[in-house]
């Protein structure tokens, strides 16, 4: 009795002593820093609040642009939604550094980046409160968020800089509502992104998205490529689970014949794993990127 005592104890010691599991996902050297010599870009804060395409909202968003970015000659574009934390150079992702540490490396094209918040309804009066209209613009499978990206955003940002009209030189990212929303543009409009990351992507049914995984099959290829990271101890709700549905959407895309690439770690969702190997995911993304 006493033997089983001391087990029981030390089992639930262990288990309760064990690291989360995504204490193992940490930032590597092109995220903490930029190394030595490196050219740093320029980011500028926005704000848009005179939405045709979403009505009523508002919403602050930044432009990066590269050091190497010469005037001459039109550059890459990324996306990423929830731009506030992507851009921060003290958050999970850290965008800025990493790009400049590859770009000055040559490891990934001049690439202006664009990070977008999602709207905020402009009856919120409270800062703190999360943007009333984040998922009907991201979990939505419409082409309504790709019209305001190539409406309005974009435009704008091509007033300032010389964007690539090439689609294999545009690119879109984001986290979990962002990462399905980041694939649903690219699967609205493949004539102008080609180029997908998604982090603890939302591919279940919050507002259809679940859906993804039979479309993928039953309709003809499109010409994107695909980066999908989640975690086996991801969400399990009401809505689905995000670990098994991530899992249909890469076995969706192999059936298809897509090029795409598929981490499966062992997080949370959480930002974590997608942070630590995103370095290594734009080196996969832009492999073999040739200016046009």
């Not at 986290?175 to 603890?200: L, Y």
């Not at 992507?201 to 259809?208: D, E, L, Q, Y």
């Not at 974590?272 to 040739?290: C, E, N, Q, V």
Request: net charge neutral.
């Amino acid at each position: 009795m006493r033997l089983l005592s001391f087990f029981s104890l030390y089992l639930i010691t262990a288990i309760s002593s064990a690291a989360p599991p995504d204490d193992q996902y940490v930032l590597g050297p092109d995220s903490v820093s930029r190394h030595p010599g490196t050219p740093v870009g320029n980011v500028e804060k926005l704000e848009w609040s005179d939405s045709k395409v979403f009505p009523g909202t508002t919403r602050d968003w930044w432009i990066y642009v590269p050091a190497q970015y010469d005037r001459k000659n039109p550059v890459c574009l990324m996306v990423f939604q929830d731009g506030g934390g992507v851009v921060s150079e003290t958050g999970s992702t850290r965008a800025p550094i990493v790009f400049d540490n590859l770009i000055h490396k040559k490891e990934m094209p001049v690439t202006v980046a664009v990070f977008i918040n999602p709207g905020r309804l402009k009856s919120q009066t409270d800062p703190k409160e999360k943007p009333g209209n984040r998922s009907f613009e991201y979990d939505t499978l419409s082409d309504q968020y790709t019209r305001f990206l190539l409406e309005e955003i974009i435009p704008a940002v091509s007033s300032k800089v010389k964007l690539t009209s090439d689609p294999e030189g545009w690119a879109i990212c984001g986290n979990s509502s962002g990462g399905i929303c980041a694939f649903t543009a690219a699967w609205e409009r493949p004539d102008k992104f080609r180029k997908v990351v998604s982090h603890i992507g939302s591919f279940t049914n919050i507002r259809g998205g679940h859906n993804y995984e039979a479309l993928i099959r039953k309709t003809e290829k499109k010409p994107i490529r695909i980066f999908l990271q989640d975690g086996a101890n991801d969400l399990d709700n009401q809505h689905g689970n995000w670990p098994l549905a991530n899992q249909m959407m890469a076995k969706s895309l192999a059936f298809k014949g897509y090029d795409y690439k598929f981490e499966y770690g062992e997080g949370t969702h959480n930002p974590k794993h997608g942070a630590s190997i995103f370095p290594d995911t734009l080196r996969w993304l832009w492999r073999d990127y040739k200016p046009s």
